[in-house]
């Protein structure tokens, strides 16, 4: 019976380990593809961690490594993919099978993507020689931001004589200056990379409780996007450190300042996006349906932010994030229906 059990489990973690390697593959050869190949990727280590343990995943990933090796004939390629799935869902998986609360959950996923993207980024520059964060970021943004200028100062004489337009191009033209932009870009470039791995995170995060769901495994204890909520914590710390930036000269403390405050805003608007979404949810729009108010909403709204930036979907949605940390919108309508018995 014992060895029975075996076989199937040395069976099911094959097929696994097949699964991975073939979709990191894929990833790999169609790039178009790899934002959704390094989530999906992950889910089988997770799998793993949470059915047997942490040794088995890492023999699964061992192998991985040694066939992506065979397959693109580059040690370094090899160990690049791997890094896409293995850190992520080792810290997935080793929270998760422990039943972490949904914040640290989410911090230990973020930090894993995030130790994916460093260790592949330091491994390739270390092995080439070329900064890639300046290859492929920097350098395509000056030369974006170069082409917008040249675009302007053609087009100067027609925009200049629009009865609309002419007043915008004026002031756009007094502040846009390329190297201030792509200093001010560059210097967000940890924000940038750490709001990616939330993101990965989080699709992670709903997509393994899906998965172990249906597997007979409880995990419902983790909430649902419309149930996010920031604490109150989390609010001062934007709204003092926003405060405080305002007294920074230091260009390095205020570089450091704004990703920070850039990562908490987009925590504090996801949390107001997921206020809205608990009041159309009760509304008994379905989810397909609420995904397409969305994004109209979003896109009316944006236009509006042209005129009154104030009322960007953003920024609305960081508000209502902020003052739903401290006055909790979900449990006071709960409470004035009565349904909130405390």
């Known amino acids: 019976m014992e060895q029975n059990e075996t076989s199937k489990m040395i069976g099911l973690v094959a097929c696994l380990t097949i699964i991975t390697v073939m979709v990191a ?10 934002i959704a190949t390094i989530w999906i990727s992950t889910l089988p280590i997770v799998f793993i961690v949470v059915k047997w343990n942490e ?36 810290s997935m998986g080793y929270s998760i099978k422990r039943k972490w609360e949904f914040r640290p959950l989410f911090s230990a996923v973020t930090v894993g993507y995030l130790l994916s993207i460093l260790g592949s980024v330091v491994l390739v520059n270390t092995i080439s020689g070329v900064n890639q964060i300046e290859k492929h970021i920097i350098e395509p943004m000056t030369i974006f931001l170069n082409n917008i200028q040249t675009t302007l100062q053609e087009n100067i004489a027609q925009i200049a004589e629009h009865p609309i337009y002419g007043l915008l191009f004026n002031q756009i033209e007094r502040e846009f200056d390329v190297q201030t932009y792509i200093y001010l870009l560059s210097a967000m470039i940890p924000a940038f990379f750490i709001i990616i791995c939330m993101m990965f995170a989080y699709f992670t995060i709903t997509a393994s409780k899906m998965m172990l769901k249906r597997i007979g495994l409880p995990y419902s204890y983790l909430p649902s996007f419309h149930q996010l909520q920031a604490n109150r914590g989390t609010a001062w710390v934007y709204l003092l450190g926003y405060i405080l930036l305002l007294f920074f000269e230091n260009s390095t403390m205020r570089a450091a300042f704004v990703n920070i405050l850039l990562i908490i805003s987009v925590l504090l608007a996801m949390c107001g996006l997921s206020v809205a979404d608990y009041f159309v949810k009760r509304a008994g729009i379905y989810r397909f349906l609420r995904v397409i108010i969305y994004v109209i909403v979003f896109f009316a709204s944006t236009l509006v932010a042209t005129i009154l930036p104030l009322l960007h979907p953003f920024n609305l949605l960081l508000i209502v994030g902020i003052l739903d940390s401290m006055f909790d919108f979900r449990k006071l309508w709960r409470t004035k229906k009565g349904e909130y018995h405390g």
């Not at 065979?70 to 390629?77: P, Y």
């Open 25 to 34: 593959l894929i990833g790999w050869y169609l790039p178009v593809l790899m």
């Open 55 to 90: 040794k088995v995943a890492l023999i699964v990933i061992a192998i991985g490594y040694f066939l992506f090796a065979i397959i693109t004939q580059n040690l370094v390629n090899a160990a690049v993919i791997s890094f896409t799935f293995a850190f992520a869902g080792l």
